[in-house]
Nanobody, 122 residues
Framework: QVQLVESGGGLVQAGGSLRLSCVAS????????MGWFRQSAGKEREFVAG????????YNPDSVNGRFTISRDNARSTVYLQTSSLKAEDTAVYYC???????????????WGQGTQVTVSS
């Protein structure tokens, strides 16, 4: 079965950085578009960044504003989210998702990981 496993979250001070990873199995990774989403307490899930199967990147400018970079390594079936200049409002559970369409709408993604917690202390 398909599995997406995130890692790399943790506690970091404001201004710091983390690199999140998501390893996929059970699917032909190179043919899937990948996305990172996040959800903080009491808020709806929010799109953060996406990367198409061809490597094209797209971001949520309101939340990322040039601070995050998404990348993928098809040989390792892994998608990354490099974060920097983290703020307290970036605190959330970060999820990766895989889908056949490169979009910001989470409902269009087919598979989801369990998430990794990112906590930014101010």
């Amino acid at each position: 079965q398909v599995q997406l496993v995130e890692s790399g979250g943790g506690l970091v001070q404001a201004g710091g950085s983390l690199r999140l990873s998501c390893v996929a199995s059970g699917l032909r990774f190179s043919r899937y578009n990948m996305g990172w989403f996040r959800q903080s307490a009491g808020k709806e899930r929010e799109f953060v960044a996406g990367i198409s199967q061809f490597g094209g990147q797209f971001y949520n400018p309101d939340s990322v504003n040039g601070r995050f970079t998404i990348s993928r390594d098809n040989a390792r079936s892994t998608v990354y989210l490099q974060t920097s200049s983290l703020k307290a409002e970036d605190t959330a559970v970060y999820y990766c998702a895989a889908g056949k369409v490169a979009v910001v709408d989470g409902q269009r993604y087919d598979y989801w990981g369990q998430g990794t917690q990112v906590t930014v202390s101010s």
